[in-house]
């Protein structure tokens, strides 16, 4: 599911939105991961968080430039807060 209303636009939302997953702000049960993706209507990329079956949970919609440059960013983690 993803809301048309939630973009989002930067990369330090895109690490906001990670550690929110990681920590269970959400209220989503069994995320197993998230990925970068994009729609395959058209195109649009998104971040989604996955189950173990990689089944979207949940997706937000990213800007190009999010997608872009947010890789590493979702690969490695968030930096966790000391």
């Known amino acids: 599911m993803i809301n048309d209303n ?3 636009e930067t990369l330090e939302e895109l690490e906001a939105f990670l550690l ?7 209220g989503l049960k069994g995320v197993a991961g998230v990925a970068l993706a994009t729609n395959n209507s058209n195109g ?30 979702v690969r490695k983690g968030p930096k966790k807060p000391h």
């Open 6 to 8: 939630d973009v989002v």
């Open 20 to 26: 929110l997953v990681e920590n269970g702000g959400l």
């Open 44 to 73: 649009r990329p998104f971040i989604a968080v996955l189950d173990d079956q990689h089944q979207l949970l949940l997706g937000r919609w990213v800007t190009q430039e999010v997608f872009d440059n947010g890789k590493d960013l």
